[in-house]
């Protein structure tokens, strides 16, 4: 997600430029994975998908001190292998995944550094999770009635609250969200993102539904979509504060890396994920 919601003015003449590249590879952006997501059969969705996952752990591996190449790379195979054993294996193959990449890495540090295999397993299972576990919920999300379209109202809700956040903060912000991870960030923005997120789902409602709530479900999904993109965008400018770095990488003009588009994406997938299990659950105990 991008930098959004700051109590500073308008982007300067001299920004508007960068502002320029920025807009027009979020368009290309959006051109791609949209026509990824409604047109391809799913098998390419599958290693569309797996390709992100892969690039992510690479640019998260960096922001980690301590991880070598050799684990980076592991890490990175298993997070594109991830995707394809959830859809060919199913999404109840995961634990078992987790298990074994925990028991591989551990084992893999030890052969390099062993007083430090654990903390260094650690982070690599860390960033497993992180990556290849959040975006291998979007196996589940596709298997779900009008899958392509929940996949859909994901990504463009996430992107609406990104947005609003940006724009409502940088006109209106005063306030600041977390000073010490990102100091750009307030809570007039976040207030902008939230209003973005429960419109979004009340239009949404329109072709999407949930039962027993056909307009009201899809306001509280839009809102849970909307704080957990804003947490994992926190969770984010956190790692990469601590690692010193200004952006996860540099593949995407104007945006940075993968991850700083991935980073709200990364909460939000498992949340929504589990809040339809949750409610799923709770219509059936009805």
Not at 113 to 135: Q, W
Not at 166 to 195: C, D, M, Q
Not at 200 to 224: H, Y
Not at 234 to 253: T, Y
Request: charged content about 10%; proline content about 6%; some cysteine.
């Amino acid at each position: 997600m991008s930098e959004d919601t700051t109590s500073t003015p308008l982007p300067s003449r001299r920004s508007l430029p960068a502002l320029g590249i920025r807009t027009i590879t979020g368009i290309i952006l959006a051109a791609i994975v949209i026509s990824v997501v409604m047109l391809a059969p799913p098998l390419y969705i599958i290693l569309f998908l797996s390709l992100v996952a892969g690039l992510s752990y690479i640019e998260y591996s960096r922001m980690v001190p301590g991880l070598t190449l050799p684990e980076t790379v592991l890490g990175a195979i298993f997070c594109i292998a991830c995707l394809p054993a959830a859809y060919w294996l199913g999404f109840d193959a995961m634990p078992a995944a987790l298990a074994l990449f925990l028991i591989l890495s551990g084992f893999f540090c030890m052969l390099g550094t062993p007083a430090l295999a654990i903390e260094k397993s650690a982070r690599m299972s860390f960033g497993y999770v992180y990556i290849g576990g959040s975006i291998s919920c979007l196996v589940a999300i596709m298997s779900l009635p009008q899958g392509r379209h929940w996949l859909l109202f994901i990504l463009a809700l996430v992107a609406l609250v990104d947005i609003a956040g940006y724009f409502t903060g940088t006109l209106l912000g005063r306030h600041k969200l977390a000073p010490r991870i990102s100091p750009n960030k307030s809570w007039e923005g976040v207030a902008g993102g939230l209003l973005a997120a429960a419109g979004g789902g009340w239009i949404s409602s329109l072709w999407l539904t949930l039962p027993e709530a056909p307009w009201w479900g899809m306001i509280c999904l839009g809102v849970i979509l909307g704080i957990s993109s804003m947490v994992g965008d926190l969770f984010e400018s956190a790692l990469k504060r601590i690692s010193g770095v200004k952006d996860s990488g540099k593949l995407l003009p104007g945006h940075g890396g993968l991850l700083d588009r991935m980073d709200g994406y990364l909460l939000a997938i498992p949340a929504f994920l589990l809040a339809l299990h949750i409610w799923q659950a709770l219509g059936a105990a009805d």
